[in-house]
């Protein structure tokens, strides 16, 4: 493969401010032409990012490649990419994270809406001011999204096994999240 960007592991600065959104699910087509799927509900900020990166989640490798043509296909995109000239290069990129630069992200618009990186590693509190742990993951599901919360502390007393294997899941809706800010990463919940 042609004009690979590789970042070695000392750039972890550089790659914080890198987000997954997508993942390579396999080679399209004769030509080296890649099927991705998005994580992102606006498909727009893959087609109008900046540069995109590729990571091997094998050999944590993070390296750019120049994108020559990106179109829809569906609930998917397409892309070819810039040296990858026939299918069995493509194939070998298959299972690769795609991710772009937080700055590649559009500015909201109203205080209320947030990207869910954003909540990611938020301090979570409930209304009475106790300590509930740090959001770890958000998870999707067809109703609303769902925060998953791990209490930061070793000397964790839950009694309740579902506590201490998943954490403590909060529906992520007005009902339940009472503020939320994301400058001192912090996230208010009525929940005890």
């Not at 991705?36 to 094998?58: E, G, V």
């Not at 020559?68 to 995109?77: A, F, Q």
């Not at 026939?86 to 070998?92: C, E, G, H, V, Y």
Request: aromatic fraction near 14%.
């Amino acid at each position: 493969m042609k004009k690979i960007n590789y970042i070695n592991n000392q750039s972890k600065i550089f790659t914080k401010d890198l987000i997954t959104i997508g993942v390579v699910l396999r080679a399209y087509g004769i030509f080296g032409w890649i099927l991705i799927k998005l994580f992102l509900d606006d498909k727009n900020i893959f087609f109008y990012a900046r540069k995109i990166w590729f990571f091997d989640p094998n050999s944590l490798k993070l390296f750019s490649i120049k994108i020559l043509n990106k179109k829809n296909h569906g609930n998917y995109v397409l892309a070819n990419l810039y040296g990858i000239t026939d299918r069995n290069l493509a194939t070998k990129l298959q299972g690769y994270y795609l991710k772009i630069s937080i700055n590649d992200f559009p500015k909201l618009l109203s205080s209320d809406t947030f990207y869910w990186f954003n909540l990611i590693d938020c301090i979570v509190e409930n209304i009475h001011g106790k300590l509930l742990g740090t959001v770890t993951e958000i998870i999707q599901n067809k109703v609303h999204s769902i925060l998953r919360i791990i209490q930061s502390s070793t000397e964790i007393i839950c009694t309740k096994k579902y506590k201490k294997k998943y954490g403590i899941l909060i529906p992520f809706i007005k009902i339940f999240i009472k503020n939320v800010d994301i400058i001192k990463k912090k996230i208010i919940v009525d929940w005890d």
